[in-house]
Structure formats: structure tokens, C-alpha cells
């Protein structure tokens, strides 16, 4: 019998429970619980039914004085409940994880300062206490994920860095890593092709099997593919690919997103995205750019990865997206609605959630979207789903 798996999608402190049907490739909504603040990003315990929420009433580079990690118990229907005290944070978490053993929660921060705050997990799930660091570490200029390596003895921040912009310089980007024991962070080594100059990563994403991390750049659309190991990340990456369907055009505000690994690892998947806008006479309508799915096969042997599709999300801006832990579906959450000219009208596209299958290839076929409300400066920030115990 097929595991049961819920979606739950952030509309800044409203976060709510979709059913998934993975047969049918089909999502119900269901109940929506509020939580501190503007939900940052969420984490899954790799054991026990509990869902971590990262909150905050800041963003991206805007200050912020209610941070908060939130502890949810997850019913055996994907109902959301409170579990335990949520815990301070020091500042806006801009992503979160647990580690693979389900000890610890690992926030990372980008401002006002870079760094990383752990908290403890009790054997039952709920949060624990803060794990004060012996030192300090150089946590890098910008950083935009943490997490922990699959055999949970290494953290590893993706400092995207900063483009230039006007009189300021290119700030260059980096992958640092950390020795991580009993919740404590010590120095490792940074990873910075060509002293990071160029180098923009988002997010990167562990093979499940096999010693390959795929990360996407944001800054220059790519996807690399670097080895590693016991001393740390290669210094250089194995493979480099573009992600856009027409490398050669670039359009204002065309990003990297997302990356994940499909559950099996034959497949890697990145969102490309983009949200520019342009005066249309009153309106503000979207200036043209790719907004999709481009699937790559990875080669079992070398890790190779080679892009197959270009799967449109049918939608603007998916900052996040998620394979069901079965491997069959693939749903992506745009973050807010935009208009559009469409010949002689201008039409308006509310944020939503797309809904993909899987191939056993690892290609996309889209199925069907799903209108998410997004009133005013309101954004879907974060998506995922989780199977149900």
C-alpha cells in the first residue's frame, strides 16, 4: 500500500495541509493552523512525526524582532499540532534543517549577521535548549542554506554572496563547511572556484547513495555537481551545466532556485525563476523570462548530470518545490500572483501549486494547478511534503 504524504504551503504565517492523492495527482485542502510570524522554512524529523517552522516577522535584508523555531506533532491524517515551546532565534532564519540522527535543528542566518544557531531535540521530538558555540566561525558574506552532510558529522553553509551592483563589488560566493559534534560547530574548509568570483550558490542537494552534491547557482544559472568525502568537498566541481532553456538570454531578476534529488538519485531536478515587471499603462505586467523544471538524468557511474526537460510550472517565481517521498510526484509552490499580457488583455496569474508527474525517467508531465491566495505583499514562501507514520 502507498504511504500516505501531505503538502503543507506557507502563506506568511498561515500554513496549511493539502492531502495528497499521489494516484490521482491530485491535492485537497484541508485545515490551516497560524504560527508566530511569516513562516522562513520548514524541516521534516527524519524519525519521529514532527514538522520544524522557522518564523519571522523580518525578510530579506529587513530587520526583524520576533524570530522563532516551532515544534508541530504530525497527525497520522497530516493534521498540524503544536509540540512543545517554540524557541527564540536570534534573528531571521533564512533555512533550517535536523540532522540526519534527529538531534539537533540548525538554523542559518544571513542578517544582520551570518551565522548559524543549534538547538537540541529530545528523544520525543520537541525543541530543547540553544547549543552555545565555543568560538566563532566564519559563517561567509551571504549565506542562503544550511545543512548537515549525510553521515551528520559535517554542517555545510552555501554562501551565495552578492552581484555587483553600482559602486559596489561583486561579493564572492562559497560552500563552507564545518565539523559538526554534540551540536558543535568547529572550522573546516571553503570551497570558492576561482576565489568564489562567479560562484553564486543557493541551495545544494546530497545524492542518496553515492558521495555527489548538486548545487544550483543563483547568480549565474548553473548547476554543478561536486564530490566529496571524509576531507571535505572537492575543490572544484566534477561537472557544470546551465539550467536555462536559452543560456544565451538573460533576462532582469532570471535566478537559480531550488534544487532537490529525486528520492531514487537517477534524476536532479532545478527550478528556474523570474518575476520582472514592466509598465503596461496602469498595469505592471511580467517582462518575460523562464519560469520551470529543468530535469537532468545523473549517470550512475560518474555522476554526470545531463538535461532532458524543461518543464514549465505554469506559474512565476517557484521559490521552493517537492518530490513526494515515493518519488511519483512533483509539486511546485509559486510565491505570488503577477499579470501578464496575453494578446489583446492583460490576464492575472495567482500564485499556485503545480502538480507534475514523474516519469520513471525522471521526466515531468504536468497534471494540474491549484490557485493559492496571496492578498497584498502576502507570499507562498515555502512549500514541501512529508510522509505520514
Not at 499521489?22 to 524519525?47: F, G
Not at 509539486?331 to 508527474?357: M, N, Y
Request: charged share 20%; with cysteine; hydrophobic share 35%.
Amino acid at each position: 500500500m502507498a504511504r500516505a504524504v501531505a503538502l503543507y504551503s506557507a502563506v506568511d504565517d498561515l500554513l496549511t495541509h493539502y492531502a495528497v492523492d499521489v494516484d490521482a495527482a491530485t491535492l485537497v485542502r484541508k485545515e490551516t493552523v497560524r504560527v508566530p510570524a511569516k513562516v522562513q522554512y520548514a524541516w521534516r524529523h527524519p524519525a519521529q512525526p514532527c514538522l520544524y517552522v522557522s518564523t519571522s516577522n523580518g525578510g530579506p535584508r529587513v530587520a526583524s524582532d520576533r524570530n522563532h523555531v516551532s515544534a508541530f506533532a504530525i497527525g497520522a491524517d497530516g493534521t498540524l499540532l503544536p509540540h512543545g515551546e517554540s524557541k527564540p532565534l536570534p534573528g531571521r532564519a533564512v533555512h533550517m534543517c535536523v540532522d540526519p540522527a534527529g538531534r539537533y535543528i540548525l538554523n542559518g542566518h544571513n542578517y544582520p549577521a551570518s551565522g548559524i544557531t543549534v538547538h537540541r531535540l529530545a528523544s520525543n521530538g520537541e525543541i530543547g535548549e540553544i547549543v552555545v558555540q565555543a568560538s566563532a566561525q566564519d559563517y561567509g558574506i551571504y549565506p542562503h542554506q544550511v545543512m548537515v552532510t549525510p553521515s551528520g558529522r559535517t554542517a555545510v553553509i552555501v554562501d551565495r554572496g552578492n552581484k555587483a551592483q553600482g559602486d559596489k563589488p561583486e561579493e564572492p560566493g562559497a560552500l563552507r563547511t564545518f565539523g559538526f559534534e554534540d551540536g558543535h560547530l568547529s572550522a573546516g574548509g571553503v570551497v570558492a572556484p576561482q576565489g568564489g568570483y562567479g560562484f553564486g550558490p543557493r541551495h545544494i542537494a546530497f545524492h542518496p547513495s553515492k558521495p555527489w552534491l548538486y548545487a544550483s547557482d543563483e547568480r549565474t544559472n548553473r548547476l554543478y555537481m561536486f564530490r566529496y568525502g571524509e576531507r571535505g568537498i572537492e575543490a572544484a566541481p566534477a561537472f557544470t551545466c546551465p539550467t536555462l532553456r536559452q543560456p544565451e538570454l538573460v533576462r532582469p531578476r532570471q535566478i537559480g532556485g531550488p534544487i532537490h534529488v529525486h528520492p531514487a538519485g537517477h534524476c536532479v531536478y532545478v527550478a528556474n525563476r523570474a518575476d520582472h515587471t514592466v509598465a503596461d499603462g496602469e498595469h505592471k505586467i511580467f517582462a518575460g523570462g523562464e519560469n520551470n523544471i529543468a530535469v537532468y538524468g545523473i549517470d550512475p557511474e560518474s555522476g554526470e548530470p545531463t538535461l532532458i526537460q524543461h518543464a514549465d510550472t505554469q506559474s512565476f517565481h517557484v521559490r521552493t518545490f517537492a518530490c513526494d517521498p515515493g518519488g511519483r510526484l512533483l509539486v511546485t509552490a509559486s510565491i505570488k500572483a503577477l499579470d501578464e499580457r496575453a494578446g489583446d488583455h492583460i490576464r492575472h496569474v495567482p500564485a499556485a501549486l503545480s502538480v507534475f508527474r514523474i516519469a520513471s525517467d525522471g521526466r515531468l508531465e504536468f497534471c494540474r494547478k491549484y490557485e493559492v491566495e496571496t492578498s497584498g505583499s502576502q507570499l507562498q514562501y515555502w512549500m514541501g511534503m512529508v510522509g505520514l507514520d
